[in-house]
């Protein structure tokens, strides 16, 4: 059940969610970096992260304290972000705008204030962030299809309801697996952006 060729497996039950996922997070980065309609939110959004970096680079052990909130908080956010499609699949979709469209106006501020753009996406997104984007489209894609599950399932009548019955003991599985996946990955997406990540940044 819990075995990683069924993880990748399921991603083909649910390519459409996944495909909408990666749009819209796509759609955020672009918006991020050419829209000024969000500006005061966005900066907000890296003036938190920004503090909480400082206090964690002053901290006794700053690679395990970068470790334990990197991981915590990318790994309960991508789980409840999971779940959180049971309602209709709104959460996930304005988590995906709004995490793509802080990275975007990150990379317009990079390029705005003239330095090297190039460096920033190799050394302080590229090394993790293989790892930590895909997964965190993946959980979102599983929130939407959780979304447009519950969404069927409200208007299913009839034969189709029983068969949506069916479907339902199939997603839980699903979701049982990938949410377990989730973690994994998000753990080794942590440890990468804890020591090399902070490595090459500092």
């Known amino acids: 059940m819990f075995r990683f060729s069924n993880f990748l497996r399921d991603l083909t ?16 980065i672009a918006i991020g970096w050419g829209s000024d309609e969000f500006e005061q939110l966005l900066i907000s959004q890296l003036q938190g992260l920004g503090e909480m970096s400082q206090e964690l680079r002053m901290s006794d052990n700053p690679e395990w304290s970068f470790f334990v909130f990197i991981f915590l908080n990318n790994s309960i956010k991508s789980v409840l972000v999971m779940l ?14 709004v995490n793509g469209m802080v990275i975007g106006f990150l990379l317009k501020i990079v390029q705005a204030s003239g330095e090297s753009l190039f460096d920033l996406i190799v050394k302080g997104l590229l090394p993790h962030g293989i790892i930590e984007i895909p997964v965190i489209v993946i959980a979102c894609g599983y929130g939407l299809a959780f979304g447009g599950l519950v969404f069927r399932s409200m208007l299913a009548s009839g034969e189709k309801r029983r ?19 989730v973690v994994v990955l998000l753990l080794v997406a942590a440890i990468i952006e804890s020591t090399i990540t902070l490595w090459l940044m500092s």
């Open 84 to 97: 959180s499609g049971i309602l209709l699949g709104v959460i996930p979709f304005i988590f995906l705008l």
């Open 163 to 181: 068969g949506i019955g069916t479907e339902w003991r199939g997603f839980w599985r699903k979701l049982g697996t990938a949410s377990l996946w």
């Open 13 to 28: 039950t649910i390519r459409k969610a996944l495909i909408l996922s990666a749009v819209l997070f796509a759609g955020g």
